[in-house]
């Protein structure tokens, strides 16, 4: 295997840090993966799913969200979702200018991709061969709520934005703090970001990629991903094989967002994990590793699956996942 970095200046000044990583064998005629992350996560986000399709033979590209792990954030702090494309489009000419490709993008990173095939037609027509749409949403993130209910999820919403804008001057205490108080913060990403009990080594890293993201882009993403409306994109991937994966407790992109754009997107399997949160990937990373090697299969012609596709629901019984949450135990030792 091999493993490229590089970094990449969009027109704006910002500095995207791409990885770029390379099997020893790789399969002919195989596309590239490009996995874009989510909101207050890097790259590090995919590293179970990295490491099982360079195994299969794929080479994978990775890269950090502006103002996320190791890119720069933009001096305006002006953010939208739009742009998130825009910066895809740059790193696909920049990092894999010929062959196919798959785009797969978890919650934020899913809206990346959609921004990019309705910004980017004609290069998606040419270069993509399928999609991956994990716990992600086309529109109306503003409608959720945490499943507090309306008036519950509107105070949560204002409260977390309000704390996070008064800590923005203060990022290095915040980074102090976690180091001392780490442990005190996991039951809340428990609680927020997984269905079921999962080991204290995800919880950890979870909790590093949001300390190291500079807190000061989060306020304005928080606002491109609430009028964020890409609708107008779907039907771009409709004649594509696809994948469409949201666990059944997910709270921030809830699986009605999930079956919205199956609606639309004939070619993509729709996949419901049980016992599993938005941040499926690390909470259980084996049925996602299989999940993606499925669409892969699908894309070079290697699997058949019924028509018309229908809906899919996975319980996973492997030790340490899928076991329901109880109280506020949320990881095992």
Partial sequence: MRTEQHRIGATDGVELFVINRSPTRRLEGSPTVVLAHGYALDHRYWHYQADALVEAGYRVVLWDQRGHGRSTGAKSNAYSVKGLGDDLALLISEVIPQGPIVLI???MGGMTVMAYAGSHLEEFAQRIVGVGLISTSAGDLDKVNWGLGERGGALLAKGLTALVTTF?????FVRRFHRICGPLERPLY????????VPEAELELNA???????????????????????????G??????????VGEEDVLTPPWHSEALSAHLPNAELV???????????EHPEIVNEEFLRLLARVQGNLEVAKPIV??????RRPLRGIPKVGLRQSVS
Avoid: N, W
């Avoid at 923005?168 to 290095?172: C, G, K, N, S, T």
């Avoid at 807190?215 to 779907?234: K, M, N, Q, T, Y």
């Avoid at 771009?236 to 994966?245: E, R």
């Avoid at 016992?275 to 690390?282: D, E, R, S, V, W």
């Fill in 236 to 245: 771009v991937m409709a004649d594509l094989p696809g994948l469409i994966l």
């Fill in 168 to 172: 923005v001057p203060h990022q290095q």
């Fill in 190 to 197: 428990g609680m927020s970001a997984y269905g079921s009990l």
């Fill in 272 to 282: 419901r994990v049980a016992a599993a949160g938005h941040i499926i990937a690390l």
């Fill in 208 to 234: 590093q990629m949001l300390m190291e993201t500079d807190l000061a882009i989060l306020p304005g993403f928080a606002d491109a991903l609430r009028v964020h409306d890409e609708r107008a994109s779907i």
């Fill in 105 to 107: 993008g978890h919650s």
């Fill in 311 to 316: 809906s899919r629901k996975i319980i996973d």
